[in-house]
């Protein structure tokens, strides 16, 4: 069981059944009286934001999520397939839960999947960096290399990028998945 004085920005707790992670956090303590600690919560399932304000005494039960390390197999029309490494059970994830990791997912591509209660799929973590292959890239204009300039590149998953003009068509990259953007060419 968590105490309010336990509550922090990233503190996953279960409300009325479903768990919320606290996105925003301050204390507050009045001249007299209890202290206050007000909440910016997220629910986790839904995605749906709402703010709470809570005394001191107040006590919270921790959400029952489990992290699970999974191999992404493909995606059709129903979602995007995951398969657990150690049980080879497939669990299936719908693009909203998916979001952006989409435009970085390749095929056998290891990402981990939180879940609640075991068996509820919440979200998705990919790694911090993957490597992508461009697919198609117009050759940069020559004299533009003194600005620095940028070109969009688009990757094997269908995501584009600015890149520098000198990357060409075939040639893997680093991409960044926390921004999305170009870090360097992936010598292969």
Do not use: W
């Not at 956090?25 to 997220?42: H, T, V």
């Not at 398969?83 to 952006?100: A, F, H, I, P, R």
């Not at 300039?149 to 893997?172: C, D, M, R, S």
């Amino acid at each position: 069981m968590y105490e309010a004085s336990d509550l922090r920005k990233g503190l996953k707790i279960m409300i009325d059944g479903e768990p919320y992670i606290i996105t925003e956090f301050q204390f507050s303590k009045p001249g007299k009286g209890q202290a206050l600690y007000r909440c910016k919560l997220k629910n986790m399932i839904t995605g749906l934001t709402m703010d709470r304000t809570y005394r001191s005494g107040d006590k919270f039960e921790p959400a029952n999520l489990e992290e699970k390390r999974m191999q992404y197999l493909y995606n059709d029309g129903d979602g995007y397939h995951f398969m657990d490494l150690k049980n080879y059970e497939q669990v299936t994830l719908s693009e909203d839960q998916v979001g952006d990791a989409r435009n970085f997912l390749k095929d056998n591509m290891e990402v981990d999947i939180l879940f609640f209660n075991e068996n509820v799929p919440i979200s998705i973590a990919l790694p911090n960096f993957v490597e992508l292959e461009v697919t198609k890239s117009d050759p940069g204009v020559r004299g533009d290399t003194a600005t620095g300039a940028t070109k969009p590149a688009t990757l094997e998953t269908g995501y584009t990028v600015q890149v520098p003009l000198f990357i060409e068509e075939g040639e893997v990259l680093k991409i960044d998945t926390r921004t999305g953007q170009y870090v360097e060419r992936v010598k292969k």
